[in-house]
């Protein structure tokens, strides 16, 4: 019995370790080939640098002031030298200390680090900037003590910690929303151990709290085995009559060891059979996390709880043997319940589902469409306050959903990621039905209702804003606009005005201000209360008046002293009556008015209006947009759509709408197009000369055009189809790799293969993107032979569209992320730097935070390190025929 498990293991009921040997069958490894348990502790003394000023979510591109003086690294906080910032009196700061109590026993330690800046006038600055001026960066440099003569490795887990330093070992991503799903694995040397974290105070993350503190907390233990069992990470269904509801699940594992582990079995024991129940088996990097993904199908007469082996390899002539116990939960088939499904990255994801009610047998033969129920950031579906949101809902006919988004903070506030695991969540119903054998209601699945509260309700904004076909009603509650309206980007470093507009125009698909037209004619229903101090009421005026102007009158209720949250907030009287009355329609066809318009973001997530669906914009620099009349004449119904920014979009009239069109106009074609002979393979294209023709084939959809789930902007590489397959491209690319692994898991619950450069082949074969890191020129060549981004022996190039070129010399420091083009609409993510602090920089725009603005392509001179996007020598996007943009920022 390892102890350590139990602390480690909140499920377990029981845990034994078993090591089995090929030269001992069925032994006991040796004790010194198993770390034993060492005295180590967070020393309690603190030096601390800052503050220092730090835009909304700007962290992500470096913009460390201290790297202007060579890095926390080079600084000893012994020196009594002056640093620059803007928020002190004098505008200077220096090191201080402080001290923090820390908690050590044989099992770890840990420590809790709060750090505020009571010298700073933060009144003052809020008064003037609002919340941002409470959002601050800066350093508090510490130790760990190894008390051992020998190095001993650690599980660290640094909990809203976002950066830090480890002696020598640079971690970014780190775990800044607590998830605790993906730790860090590292050696400690005898004696004392340098730590610094990198305070980066946020808003949306911390609470506009003033003054502003910023509040982490450290926990480590020494490693017992090669591999752990990874705290709340069972992601398994609720159990209805003695079989799993839904049919896959899955548990994360973290390697601890220094070499890498081969996961061959998980077997499942029920009464009377053990069953192997892992899909496949996976190989896993040093100091890398992945989930172990389980098939419960065979499953039956289940208890109060389930055995689990996990059957390893470290090497061929050591496997490994992890036994432990998880609790299962019994619930009735037509109670609210845990439901599993895969993501389409291939992870487990999962969902609570609360079936209509069965009181009839007139609601049985019945169908009815879904509530999609949108969480808050920090609530966890499958929590308590989540689960009974819709008590009071309990005769309201629909089937309630409510997706997780894969974490508590819906992935990426409910867009890329968070988007993809509601559509998935959706396609798990039929196969819930079909798995408990549901005789109940029947499911709907056209329109549907739509609510959220707080980032739910943004999320709301979000979905019915790029989806409004699929719409029968929208309740927003308690909604923030848009990120950027809700803690404002204005303390950004400053930077050349077309590098702040790319970023901005990388954000534009979630900026729901400037997509309200698309909104008008779905029914909406608005709920703020007064005094929420959390997303202030402002947000919902705003988005009332905008919708107003779009033409859509739309019912607000603002509810006199209440706050952001409190009991019943989704089923107040106005928003069930809300709801009921957009049941009542939900059996007629929408009518498209006489006059509409649709906004289109560069996002693959935008779906159609009235039946026009947008496929390509000429260019990504700006929005696209289609003006609509519609005109009934001779019994013939002719729309003239007006079009702005557009190159190829296709309809789809077919059951949606109940007035569509005979007849198309495009812009001022001398022509029109009939709709009767269109079919799904036609699509509508405009050349360069501004003339419209009508393709009818797919063969467009090809590696030479960006098309499908390749549209959007950076974050588009978590469009995955499947695993994300992550290649290095030297050895000391592999830690960026496992930091890159690292983050995916921490931030959205995704898995992610780790194989070195040879094995790139084998990554094509398969069906996720591709994340590709390398340094120098190790990186692999484009599969688009006409790919703009070329890398030389001296420089960098960018090819332009009008046959020019522009050439970044290679210099110390520098580095770059670019999408590049795949076949099947797949993407890969080139991670690339001139030397390792430039890869390392590169690194660190890879999706983790959102807001963060990260176009196509980025190419970071080394000053990026402080100025962060302004420290980049070229940015911008790539068109529909991955050529780079006109108004990309180029040399």
């Known amino acids: 019995m390892r102890l350590l498990y139990c602390h480690e293991l909140f499920l377990c009921v029981t845990l034994h370790i078993a090591y089995v040997c090929t030269a001992v069958s069925q032994g006991v490894l040796d004790a010194d080939e198993v770390l034993s348990h060492a005295p180590i502790t967070f020393l309690s003394s603190w030096d ?123 971690v970014f991503g780190g775990d800044f929303y607590g998830f605790q799903r993906a730790p860090v694995v590292v050696d400690l040397r005898p004696g004392s151990n340098d730590i610094s974290i990198r ?48 049919h896959v699940g899955s548990i994360t594992v973290s390697n601890h060891a220094n070499s890498w582990v081969e996961v061959r079995h998980v077997t499942a024991t029920v009464p009377g059979k053990s069953v192997d129940v892992l899909e496949e088996s996976i190989r896993i990097a040093p100091g890398q996390s992945r989930p172990l993904q389980m098939n419960l199908t065979s499953l039956d007469s289940l208890g109060e709880a389930l055995e689990l082996k996990v059957l390893y390899t470290v090497r061929p002539a050591a496997h490994h043997q992890i036994t432990f116990h998880i609790p299962l939960t019994h619930v009735s088939n037509t109670s609210t319940q845990k439901i599993t499904f895969l993501h389409p990255s291939g992870a487990v994801s999962y969902a609570t589902l609360r079936p209509p009610p ?63 695991d509601i559509e998935a969540a959706l396609l798990a119903i039929p196969q819930w039905m079909e798995h408990v054998s549901w005789r109940g209601a029947g499911f709907t699945s056209g329109q549907m209702l739509i609510a959220g509260h707080s980032n739910g309700g943004q999320g709301t904004w979000f979905f019915a804003s790029h ?15 848009s990120i950027e309206n809700y803690v404002p980007y204005m303390l950004w470093t400053e930077a050349d005005p077309l590098q702040a507009r790319i970023l901005e125009t990388s954000r ?29 009421a402002y947000h919902s005026r705003l988005m009332n008046t905008l919708l107003a102007q779009a033409g859509q009158v739309v019912n607000y209720t603002e509810l006199q002293g209440r706050g952001h949250w409190f009991t019943g907030v989704m089923t107040t009287e106005p928003m069930m009556q809300f709801y009921l009355d957009c049941l009542n329609g939900s059996n007629f066809r929408a009518t498209a008015p006489a006059e509409f318009a649709f906004v289109a973001p560069n996002s693959h997530d935008l779906g159609s209006k009235y039946g026009i669906l947008i496929d390509q914009l000429m260019t990504p620099d700006k929005l696209g947009k289609i003006t609509v009349t ?39 074609m001398p022509y029109l197009f009939r709709t009767d002979v269109v079919t799904e393979d036609v699509s509508f294209v405009k050349s360069e000369s501004n003339v419209w023709s009508k393709l009818a084939d797919q063969g467009w959809r090809n590696i030479e055009q960006r098309c499908g789930r390749q549209r959007g902007f950076l974050d588009s590489i978590l469009r995955t189809a499947g695993v994300v397959e992550i290649i290095y491209c030297s050895n000391d690319a592999l830690p960026l790799a496992i930091q890159i692994s690292r983050n995916f898991l921490q931030y959205y619950g995704a898995d992610s293969n780790i194989l070195p450069c040879p094995k790139y082949k084998e990554a094509l074969k398969r ?97 990026a390190r402080w100025k962060g996007s302004s420290g980049t020598a070229a940015l911008g996007f790539f068109d529909y025929k991955w050529s780079i943009s006109s108004a990309s920022f180029l040399p």
């Open 508 to 536: 534009n698909s979630f900026r729901h201000e400037l997509l309200a037209e698309n909104l008008a004619g779905i029914p909406i229903f608005q709920q703020h209360g007064s005094e929420d101090d959390n997303v202030p």
């Open 630 to 668: 519609t005109n009934v004449n001779d019994s013939s119904n002719r729309w003239h759509i007006q079009t702005e920014n557009v190159r190829r979009l296709h309809v789809d009239f077919n059951g949606r709408i109940s007035n569509p069109p005979d007849e198309i106009l495009l812009d001022n």
């Open 199 to 246: 305070l980066t105070g946020d808003i949306r993350s911390m609470g506009g709290i003033s003054p502003p503190v910023f509040r982490a907390t450290l926990s480590t233990h020494v490693v017992s085995a090669p591999l752990g069992i990874l705290n709340h990470s069972l992601v398994i269904p609720d159990v209805v009559s003695g079989r799993f509801c839904t």
């Open 767 to 863: 069906e996720g993107n591709i994340i590709v890191v390398g340094s120098g020129h190790t990186t692999p060549p484009a599969h688009l032979a006409s790919f703009p981004v070329q890398l030389g022996q001296s420089s960098l190039s960018l090819r332009l569209r009008t046959g020019g070129t522009a050439r970044i010399p290679l210099t110390p420091g520098m580095g770059g992320v670019w999408l590049r083009p795949l076949p099947d609409e797949r993407l890969e993510l080139i991670v690339w730097g001139h030397d390792g602090v430039g890869t390392r920089q590169a690194a660190r725009l890879v999706p983790t935070l959102t807001g963060a603005g990260q176009p196509d392509f980025v190419i970071l001179k080394n000053e």
């Open 467 to 481: 989806q409004p076909d699929r719409v029968l009603g929208a309740a927003v509650a308690s909604g923030y606009s």
């Open 48 to 170: 601390v640098l800052g503050p220092f000023r730090l835009g909304t979510r700007e962290a992500v591109w470096g913009a460390d002031p201290v790297e202007f003086y060579g890095g926390i690294q080079s600084l000893s906080s012994s020196d009594k030298a002056l640093y620059r910032s803007p928020l002190t009196a004098g505008a200077t700061v220096r090191w201080s200390n402080r001290t923090f109590a820390t908690v050590a026993s044989d099992a770890g330690t840990s420590v809790e680090v709060a750090v505020d800046f009571p010298d700073v006038d933060w009144q003052f600055f809020q008064r003037i900037y609002g919340w941002s001026s409470l959002q601050f960066q800066g350093w508090v440099k510490g130790a760990i003590w190894n008390a051992d003569t020998a190095f001993r490795r650690v599980v660290l887990q640094p909990k809203n910690v976002l950066e830090l330093w480890i002696n020598d070992d640079h």
């Open 358 to 420: 069965t009181m009839s047998e007139q609601v049985c033969n019945k169908s009815y469409p879904v509530l999609l129920n949108l969480h808050g950031a920090g609530v966890d579906t499958d929590g308590p306050l989540s689960r009974h949101m819709f008590d009071a809902a309990h005769d309201l006919p629909v089937w309630i959903l409510s997706p997780s988004g894969m974490s508590p903070w819906s992935g990426d506030d409910w867009h890329t990621w968070g988007f993809a």
